[in-house]
């Protein structure tokens, strides 16, 4: 395997929405690189990047997958990414290790809701895009309006600074090739071929008036960005060939230009030009600005900014590392895989330095010790052994001790530390429970290195309600993990709606007179107190105060009253929910010199709790969520409707070019299966996110039937 220096490597994230081709796209751009003897196909698994026994079953990718292609003397690392709106962290993750994004785009159905959700992230991340309107061989490429309605849509949602550089060529027999907008050539391919097209320099007819005009906007547009070219563009009329393909790579570079290309990876059309434009219009890792680190002094002046309490401990400064050579060898892990027969295999992006195989590096981020034995360039879930990599490649190898996604590996005393894309939190949790003993051993470990393997994976006992809890972007991705747990570990569980988190409290003052005598020969228990309670804000738990004069109870007996009371409101009054946000006060009571001791006093605590709770107006609490729903706006109607059914309060809409982002707080009890609905009433199209707010009184009707179906606590005193 050859040795890549950084400017011969191009690093390419494949995106974009489910089903618009892309695994297909990279198996195609493979077999055109004759990287493979035979086109992959993802229905039977033969696609290098569709190797998961899940994702062939269910028919979408559901995680990153690396592979690459040695072209005309550069490696082109592809990563292949989820187009599932349940999946975007997948996608989003993807962005850390490239230099490019491909953004596919479905030639039938144009833009959609993950395009521009992708198309996003990128923009944030100051990653260069690089369009491609793939499935070019379907009868209804270009939806209605045909070609030009699909580049006026990329306009309006994206800007005019979308501009082709290719036309496709089609007729009746279909798309069987393109017009290189900066060359004025003509490819011709044959379908299911091997992606390898005929140059013959004319322009069909049919498209040459439309070429010159494309050809010219092309021109115009580039030029806009140089003084020199605009300069040389109205001396000439046009640019120079040469001058144009540099001027396009620049202006690809810095994000000024967002070329648009057409292509079919089913019937493999146009593919060996798509890796023609990644090779001489696509950024090297070494052309990129240097990368945003954090140094030890950095991580020292945010602690020491944090323990003084100030507003901003991220202020510490800035500092950066180049993607050369030259620098301290550095890497970043962005991917965790565990296979069944090499185990843990870890995908990292270096970042400076050359990385040779068998070199021990310290972990940064756990620090750590890691050697680095077979060091591997991954083709899907094949690893190709190197004996070295440079800055601003991707690797993998395996069986590292402690390294995980999000760790910084680098020689000693050069320490940086990078920082992963921020991920969401998950939107669907479920209660999880083995179904035998032999199953619960073997869950936690389990579900540990699935954890390892995706990040927005969370594992945890509720402590509320003592439940194991398993949460992640939606009931697909959970019925996922479940599946997972089955099939690879051997693990079964059944999946159930988690309990809501009920909670009780009081909306009136009362007093109540809790009074434990018992005698049965020698030593008696007496214990007898009053006590007041009334309503706190909603969050302020529980409060306990004393009021005790004269010494009505002596005063180590005081907190035997308050555990009483704290164990009673802990076993609930109406429905076996804690009682919350109520300040209990002991003001009088009485004591025997004898029979009295700090049992009989908590007894007395419970029973004057249960006095009070008679009388001051006992309620239901329910946690209210924050709810963030994006939908497409011809969505936002029905949306709204829905939220009102669900007892949802609409705090505010905004508008983001297509899309309508509903706010709103609603329910938790509501909200338990809302990733199926949302889904089912937009098609697919709409994402959610969620978390905690705050308690609110349940309405009566509700409570009514919330305590039909609960049973009443039963204190020890009263049995």
């Not at 699909?150 to 027999?173: F, K, M």
């Not at 338990?672 to 609110?696: A, F």
Request: include cysteine; hydrophobic fraction near 40%.
């Amino acid at each position: 395997m050859k040795t890549y220096q950084g400017s011969e490597i191009r690093n390419v994230a494949v995106v974009g929405h489910a089903h618009s081709g892309k695994s297909t796209l990279i198996a195609a751009l493979l077999h055109a690189a004759k990287m493979t003897p035979a086109q992959g196909r993802v229905h039977d698994g033969s696609a290098v990047t569709a190797y998961d026994e899940e994702e062939i079953s269910r028919g979408t990718t559901m995680q990153n997958a690396v592979a690459f292609a040695e072209w005309q003397g550069v490696k082109i690392n592809f990563v292949d990414t989820p187009g599932f709106h349940m999946f975007c962290h997948e996608a989003r993750a993807a962005l850390l290790p490239v230099d490019a994004a491909a953004v596919v785009v479905n030639a039938q159905h144009g833009i959609e809701p993950v395009t521009e959700r992708v198309w996003r992230y990128a923009e944030e991340a100051n990653i260069p895009r690089i369009v491609v309107v793939n499935q070019m061989d379907h009868p209804k490429a270009g939806g209605g309006g045909g070609l030009s309605a699909l580049i006026d849509d990329l306009h309006e949602r994206w800007g005019r600074n979308c501009v082709p550089v290719q036309l496709p060529i089609s007729d009746a027999g279909g798309f069987h090739g393109v017009v290189d907008l900066v060359t004025m050539e003509a490819f011709y391919y044959t379908p299911n071929g091997d992606g390898r097209g005929k140059i013959t320099g004319e322009i069909p007819a049919s498209v040459a008036h439309q070429a010159k005009a494309a050809h010219e906007a092309l021109v115009e547009l580039v030029a806009e960005g140089k003084d020199e070219l605009m300069e040389e563009y109205f001396a000439e009329g046009t640019i120079p060939e040469q001058h144009l393909i540099t001027a396009l790579h620049e202006a690809i570079r810095e994000d000024r230009i967002f070329p648009v290309l057409f292509c079919s990876g089913e019937t493999n059309i146009a593919t060996d030009h798509l890796l023609d434009f990644f090779k001489v219009y696509a950024p090297s890792p070494v052309e990129r600005m240097p990368i945003a680190v954090r140094t030890p002094a950095m991580q020292a002046v945010a602690a020491n900014a944090a323990g003084e309490g100030a507003s901003d401990a991220s202020a510490a400064g800035t500092a950066t590392r180049a993607v050369s050579d030259s620098e301290p060898p550095a890497l970043v892990v962005f991917k965790t895989m565990t296979d069944p027969f090499a185990g843990r295999i870890t995908f990292f992006k270096v970042i400076s330095g050359v990385i040779k195989s068998d070199t021990t590096l310290e972990n940064y981020t756990r620090r750590g010790q890691e050697r680095l034995s077979h060091l591997s360039i991954m083709q899907g879930r094949k690893a190709v052994e190197v004996s070295e990599l440079h800055a601003g490649d991707i690797g993998g190898v395996a069986k590292l001790r402690e390294t995980l996604t999000g760790d910084t590996l680098g020689a000693k005393g050069a320490d940086v530390l990078i920082d992963l894309h921020p991920l969401p939190e998950p939107a669907m949790t479920y209660a999880i429970e083995p179904k035998s003993r032999a199953d619960e051993d073997k869950l936690a470990p389990a579900i540990h290195k699935l954890m390892e393997e995706d990040l927005l994976i969370r594992f945890y006992r509720d402590p509320m309600t003592n439940e194991f809890l398993i949460a992640g972007a939606g009931q697909p991705h959970i019925e996922t993990i479940v599946s997972r747990l089955k099939k690879r570990y051997h693990a079964e569980v059944t999946l159930k709606a988690p309990k809501v988190p009920y909670r009780e409290s009081i909306r009136g003052k009362a007093e109540g007179h809790g009074r434990h005598k018992k005698q049965s020969g020698g030593h008696g228990q007496f214990g007898d107190c009053k006590v007041r309670m009334e309503p706190l804000p909603r969050g302020a738990g529980f409060e306990f105060a004393n009021e005790i004069f004269g010494g009505a109870i002596p005063r180590q007996f005081v907190p035997a009253v308050e555990k009483g009371i704290v164990e009673s409101a802990a076993r609930g009054y109406l429905a076996g929910y804690p009682v919350v946000d109520f300040k209990a006060t002991v003001y009088d009571g009485s004591y025997h010199d004898v029979d009295s001791n700090e049992m009989s006093f908590k007894v007395a605590g419970r029973l004057a709790f249960r006095k009070c709770m008679e009388q001051a107006k006992p309620c239901l609490l329910e946690p209210i969520m924050r709810v963030e729903i994006e939908a497409p706006d011809e969505f936002a109607g029905a949306l709204m409707g829905d939220l009102n059914g669900r007892r949802g309060r609409v705090a505010g809409m905004e508008s983001k070019g297509r899309t309508t982002i509903i706010n709103a707080q609603v329910p938790m009890a509501e909200m338990l299966t809302y990733g199926t609905v949302l889904t089912s009433m937009t098609q697919g199209k709409g994402s959610y996110r969620m978390e905690m707010d705050h308690y609110d009184i349940v309405p009566q009707l509700v409570a009514e039937k919330i305590l039909a179906n609960a049973k009443r606590p039963i204190d020890e005193e009263e049995e």
